[in-house]
Nanobody, 121 residues
Framework: QVQLVESGGGLVQAGGSLRLSCAAS????????MGWYRQAPGKQRELVAQ???????TYADSVKGRFTISRDNANNAVNLQMSSLKPEDTAVYYC???????????????WGKGTLVTVSS
């Protein structure tokens, strides 16, 4: 009933920039938060950045000052502008959204399929 579709991953050299985008579609009543997680090979999935419908945006310490998350409420979308990329940023990046759908008033967690970001040294 809800789909999250990511775009914008790819290969970039260290110091470069990439922009990730994610759009949610389906029977959406409201979106509580949208954000990005990442999972590097052999590591657990970790929060990169998250923006709630109200309140403070959260960033992982490792990306503060380099990544900027922005939300497009009109289009149920979230973007992640990544700058000064480092090889350690290499990971699969997953879009996440906590959404209430029309047929069920509970807040549910939804995930995109992931987009690979590779930063070469």
């Amino acid at each position: 009933q809800v789909q999250l579709v990511e775009s914008g991953g790819g290969l970039v050299q260290a110091g470069g920039s990439l922009r990730l985008s994610c759009a949610a579609s389906g029977s959406i009543r409201s979106i509580n938060s949208m954000g990005w997680y990442r999972q590097a090979p052999g590591k657990q999935r970790e929060l990169v950045a998250q923006v709630p419908s109200t309140g403070t945006t959260t960033y992982a310490d490792s990306v503060k000052g380099r990544f900027t998350i922005s939300r497009d409420n009109a289009n149920n979308a979230v973007n992640l502008q990544m700058s000064s990329l480092k090889p350690e940023d290499t990971a699969v990046y997953y879009c996440n959204a906590r959404i209430v759908i029309w047929t069920d008033l509970r807040v549910r967690n939804y995930w995109g399929k992931g987009t690979l970001v590779t930063v070469s040294s």
